[in-house]
């Protein structure tokens, strides 16, 4: 058949930056306004990445600016531990290179595809070569380049290369051309400060044309850098084992012991039981049927799960709580972090968070942030395993309303997976398949922090119903007690305690008699009061008891401040001799629930 | 900083297959159960696609058998043109290649990755070698191969390669096995079922362990192969023209008609006239700047769009209903192929069909067939345009009830995406990304169905009504005609003309009187009847008046058939002699509609 022949003279084979330069939008650039995003998501993660490992806390620039008509410069720069110049063209000229893709840990670029797919884009687009500088020390000096992609066989075309004066010690900076309509400038910012939240150590400063916007950290702290794991034995599959065994010159014991996490001799022991292999046979001389036997025990043999403190970096339920207060104003937040749990071998854990009121829409669906090894989920939230299980949870158990099966109203979610190999559904890595462990877990957080906002809620709302009826009822009392007093006819009483007592508020009382002055705080909240009095007046207060932290004069006026901490249902008193008069306040606590009786005035 | 010459040291080059080994997911690997699924639809589509080029019958076998305790074994054979032996390894045994990939024309496999993923997902869970056996024609001896992927270098490792005794003249056949726990029959009997739908000119034999299912064609016309055209110029980038001049000797002119589709000498002169550029000027002397100006003038100048008819091959308005004739039992089916459309200068072509009622599940979701160049969409329903765009519709503008969004009740929806470059969501390809141009084009072709659709609806419940009120009308009649003729002492009219025009149904009446046989049909239905009309009694019927069109005779009784077509509301008549009796009936009408009054008897 003369066809066959005609066919296999077109069959050839597609460089890999062939093929990612026809499907480009696997990897986000599916819009030019999107590729503004996805090459800023790119830049950052790499950055975030290295500084980590280097442990410096990240410092970082980026500056969208149209250049012309069409085209628009993108650069990122940051203080992390730079690149070494013989290494910068592999890193940005060529796809599917990198330092983390055969590392078992926590870490945000995982494929060594991202910015090199954004040096592609802008040399199909623009035809402008990327930028790099990076300087490795103070003692080194920074390099220069000027850096393309040749498509047909994925290598660095160095279009320049060079020394360069650059004013930064340390740090890498990418400038980046393409062409574009224009910059998502809502979502760019939505992307930086969802990046922020969950990257509490780190800055970021941003220039947008002519605004200027920064993202300042919340944490003093670098985040600790995951720790690169041996496989766990459960998760191996035939083929990595076969070329693991091929690679090695030990015995099968030692091969266990060195080769696998959480392997000991006992476990290796077991596992050569099982299989019927000798521990002390050398692996590379093991047939594919011994071979099928040992990867048969492995899976067999209880072995702990994979060491997930060291390799995962979770942001912990603090550093959320302050990342979360930082950017949105709500009446209420908490977070949990999953214990670390394991999917076809690979170490991940789940951590969430509910916000609820204050500044959140309280109308339409919640806010839900998604994010994967710190970075933000910005895409396709359709596709996700967290929007499933956010549907999946029946919320009106947690009395908030759904539309949909989507909670609604001034409700916040995030939920953020870490994992040492996240399951993304596609390259443009904006979305986490459905892989049953890691549902389970986001759906377990979610179920806890849903008891926890309803019993907020139904907290908030008992003490509202509270606090109208003593409302009312206070408001009668000093009629109440004017009726009283005339009848009796003894002069009016300061209902005020009961007031405070009614209302759980805190009630500062002054009162001058025969020349000695008294201050008296009843807390009647329900809960530590941590305040400071402050007084002003003519009166020095020398002789107090107990003595004014802090006394300062101006114009014959003292300010006098007592910092103090009052248990619930407890009182304070200090007297000094004086004439009293003038102000007196309590700091330190909202203006609701404090009341101020000055009976001098 | 030492820290980054430590990091350089990590930094190493990724093969594509350890790319995709490591992220299996992105290929539809996710899992065991959908691997099957998979693998069967990366050979399917190969083996349709190298039919169409050889333009033969697809004669498809596929079969799954559990081989042992986890491993199943997968076979797909077709009667195609066969690979020639030289290429046989690269096609099975490299990533990324392949002969579709280069050309602009639609195909099932694009990418040259999908069946050798397969390959690779095999040796990585079972560790047996893929086995090949290929033919090229009858002259030619098959050869056999056992294949595996070099993980590190994505070259493919020959495990054994020969000649080998083969019943078929032409054809592939591919056998892969890997573990898995399971089958899953019902989702693969569904993509098997779908495929028939959009692919009625092939055929599928399956046997899945013990059961077998064959999937017949419904049209015997191979369907025309798409012709690869050149890139249209609306849809060119940069980095692509540049490559283009590079390897180009003509000048400017003449490389600009020779290299695009749709560009004449006319329109060449345009473009270089915008550009300001000499038309005679050899091409590969453009500097960059001269290059920028080509490529605006290219995007400016008006070009008729791509010839969509050759680069496309839509299924047809006609073939859409036959195949969901054959797989679905509808009261209605109707179907649209809107004119061909541009995106990104990439040709592409929507159909729609809808089909309603019969045996369609009554409750519940709407059905909805996703395709893409004649593949069924098995996953990621949520994810697709094409989902989007059906929960974008009013469904109550078309009297469609729907649940959040998504019509409700017996409906089956299909829409098929036809393009020279589906833009799907991800390698695994299970969804289309939403590009508004594909959107506007599903909107349109759903819009229009959506409207046919409720006038079936209308006119079924129309006439359901006219036939009750007829119905109860026609029931009291003979009692009518019956005291009609008591009271007129005559004898009892036929009535059923009348209840054949108020049923709008057609009547044979047959009478003989005197030696004559009258048979008379009216059509009192509102369309043509096309129809046959038997009769089978002793008389032979030769001086008929017209001739029957078939006689034939059996034990003394003749059948007599004429083929007949009567307009609405006309009569046809034919006579003979003879002296009647026997059996008389109409055929090519449903039962409903007819009422054969035969008065002999």
């Given at each position: 058949?003369?066809?066959?022949?005609?066919?296999?003279?077109?069959?050839?084979?597609?460089?890999?930056a062939?093929?990612?330069?026809?499907n480009?939008?696997?990897?986000?650039?599916?819009?030019?306004?999107?590729?503004?995003?996805?090459?800023?998501?790119?830049?950052?993660?790499?950055?975030?990445?290295?500084?980590?490992?280097?442990?410096?806390?990240?410092?970082?620039?980026?500056?969208?600016?149209?250049?012309?008509?069409?085209?628009?410069?993108?650069?990122?720069?940051?203080?992390?531990?730079?690149?070494?110049?013989a290494?910068?063209?592999?890193?940005?000229?060529?796809?599917?290179?990198g330092s983390?893709?055969?590392?078992?840990?926590?870490?945000?670029?995982?494929?060594?595809?991202?910015?090199?797919?954004a040096?592609?884009y802008?040399?199909?687009?623009?035809?402008?070569?990327?930028?790099?500088?990076?300087?490795?020390g103070a003692?080194?000096?920074?390099?220069?380049?000027?850096?393309?992609?040749?498509?047909?066989?994925?290598?660095?075309?160095?279009?320049?290369a060079?020394?360069?004066?650059?004013?930064?010690?340390?740090?890498?900076?990418v400038q980046i051309?393409?062409?574009?309509?224009?910059?998502?400038?809502?979502?760019l910012l939505e992307?930086?400060?969802?990046?922020?939240?969950?990257?509490?150590?780190?800055?970021?400063?941003v220039?947008?044309?002519?605004?200027?916007?920064?993202?300042?950290?919340?944490?003093q702290e670098?985040?600790?850098c995951?720790?690169?794991i041996?496989?766990h034995?459960?998760?191996?599959?035939?083929?990595?084992?076969?070329?693991?065994?091929?690679?090695?010159?030990?015995?099968?014991a030692?091969?266990?012991?060195?080769?696998f996490?959480?392997?000991?001799?006992?476990?290796?022991?077991?596992?050569?039981?099982?299989?019927?292999?000798?521990?002390s046979?050398k692996?590379?001389?093991l047939?594919?049927?011994?071979?099928?036997?040992?990867?048969?025990?492995?899976?067999?043999?209880?072995?702990?799960?994979?060491?997930?403190?060291?390799?995962?970096?979770?942001?912990?339920e603090e550093?959320?709580?302050?990342g979360?207060?930082?950017?949105?104003?709500?009446?209420?937040?908490?977070?949990?972090?999953?214990?670390?749990?394991?999917?076809?071998?690979?170490?991940?854990?789940?951590?969430?968070?509910?916000?609820?009121?204050?500044r959140?829409?309280?109308?339409?669906?919640?806010?839900?942030?998604?994010?994967?090894?710190?970075?933000?989920?910005?895409?396709?939230?359709?596709?996700?395993?967290?929007?499933e299980?956010?549907t999946?949870?029946?919320?009106?158990?947690?009395?908030?309303?759904?539309?949909?099966?989507?909670p609604?109203?001034?409700?916040?979610?995030l939920?953020?997976v870490?994992?040492?190999?996240?399951?993304?559904?596609s390259?443009?890595?904006?979305?986490?398949?459905?892989?049953?462990?890691?549902?389970?877990?986001i759906?377990?957080?979610?179920?806890?922090l849903?008891?926890?906002?309803?019993n907020?809620?139904?907290?908030?709302?008992?003490?509202?119903?509270?606090?109208?009826?003593?409302r009312?009822?206070?408001?009668?009392?000093?009629?109440?007690?004017?009726?009283?007093?005339?009848?009796?006819?003894?002069?009016?009483?300061?209902?005020?305690?009961?007031?405070?007592?009614?209302?759980?508020?805190?009630?500062?009382?002054?009162?001058?008699?025969?020349?000695?002055?008294?201050?008296?705080?009843?807390?009647?909240?329900?809960?530590?009061?941590?305040?400071?009095?402050?007084?002003?007046?003519?009166d020095?207060?020398?002789?107090?008891?107990?003595?004014?932290?802090?006394?300062?004069?101006?114009d014959?006026q003292?300010?006098?401040?007592?910092?103090?901490k009052?248990?619930?249902?407890?009182?304070?008193?200090?007297?000094?001799?004086?004439?009293?008069?003038?102000i007196?306040?309590?700091?330190?606590?909202?203006?609701?629930?404090?009341?101020v009786?000055?009976?001098?005035?």
């Amino acid at each position: 058949m003369v066809l066959a022949e005609e066919l296999a003279k077109q069959q050839r084979s597609i460089s890999v930056a062939e093929f990612f330069e026809k499907n480009k939008h696997l990897l986000g650039f599916d819009s030019p306004t999107r590729g503004v995003i996805t090459t800023i998501k790119e830049a950052v993660d790499n950055s975030l990445d290295a500084c980590e490992e280097a442990q410096v806390l990240p410092d970082i620039f980026i500056s969208i600016r149209k250049v012309s008509n069409e085209v628009f410069r993108i650069i990122v720069e940051d203080n992390g531990p730079g690149i070494v110049p013989a290494q910068v063209p592999f890193v940005f000229g060529k796809l599917l290179y990198g330092s983390r893709f055969h590392q078992i840990r926590q870490t945000r670029g995982q494929q060594g595809i991202g910015i090199s797919a954004a040096v592609l884009y802008a040399q199909l687009t623009s035809g402008v070569p990327t930028i790099v500088i990076s300087r490795t020390g103070a003692k080194e000096s920074a390099h220069r380049f000027e850096i393309q992609i040749r498509i047909e066989t994925n290598e660095p075309d160095i279009i320049a290369a060079g020394p360069f004066e650059w004013d930064r010690t340390h740090g890498t900076r990418v400038q980046i051309e393409f062409r574009s309509t224009m910059a998502a400038k809502k979502k760019l910012l939505e992307y930086l400060r969802y990046t922020s939240v969950v990257n509490p150590h780190a800055r970021f400063r941003v220039e947008l044309d002519d605004e200027s916007f920064t993202f300042e950290r919340v944490s003093q702290e670098a985040i600790a850098c995951p720790v690169a794991i041996q496989p766990h034995p459960h998760g191996i599959e035939f083929g990595q084992l076969k070329r693991m065994v091929a690679a090695s010159d030990l015995n099968l014991a030692e091969f266990l012991v060195e080769s696998f996490s959480r392997v000991g001799k006992k476990s290796a022991q077991e596992i050569c039981g099982r299989a019927g292999l000798n521990g002390s046979r050398k692996v590379r001389g093991l047939s594919t049927e011994d071979l099928k036997k040992l990867l048969a025990a492995m899976q067999e043999v209880a072995v702990p799960a994979p060491p997930a403190t060291q390799c995962l970096s979770p942001i912990g339920e603090e550093l959320i709580r302050r990342g979360l207060e930082k950017e949105f104003q709500m009446d209420f937040v908490a977070a949990r972090t999953r214990p670390s749990s394991v999917f076809s071998g690979h170490s991940f854990m789940v951590e969430a968070a509910i916000g609820y009121g204050g500044r959140l829409p309280a109308e339409g669906n919640a806010i839900l942030l998604r994010f994967a090894n710190r970075v933000p989920l910005m895409y396709q939230q359709g596709a996700c395993a967290i929007t499933e299980c956010v549907t999946g949870i029946t919320w009106k158990l947690y009395n908030i309303p759904s539309q949909g099966g989507f909670p609604a109203g001034p409700v916040l979610i995030l939920v953020h997976v870490a994992s040492t190999n996240v399951p993304f559904t596609s390259e443009s890595k904006d979305a986490i398949a459905g892989i049953p462990e890691i549902e389970k877990e986001i759906t377990l957080a979610l179920q806890d922090l849903g008891r926890e906002l309803k019993n907020f809620v139904s907290r908030r709302d008992k003490s509202k119903l509270a606090e109208d009826r003593a409302r009312a009822v206070c408001a009668i009392i000093p009629e109440i007690a004017e009726k009283v007093s005339e009848i009796v006819e003894k002069p009016l009483v300061d209902t005020s305690p009961i007031e405070g007592k009614l209302m759980r508020k805190m009630i500062a009382k002054k009162a001058t008699r025969e020349g000695n002055v008294t201050i008296e705080l009843n807390n009647y909240t329900t809960q530590d009061a941590d305040v400071s009095v402050y007084e002003i007046s003519p009166d020095n207060a020398a002789d107090a008891v107990p003595k004014a932290d802090f006394v300062s004069e101006m114009d014959g006026q003292f300010t006098k401040v007592w910092k103090i901490k009052i248990p619930p249902r407890e009182v304070w008193r200090v007297s000094y001799s004086g004439k009293g008069g003038g102000i007196l306040d309590i700091r330190g606590i909202e203006d609701a629930k404090k009341m101020v009786v000055d009976l001098d005035v």
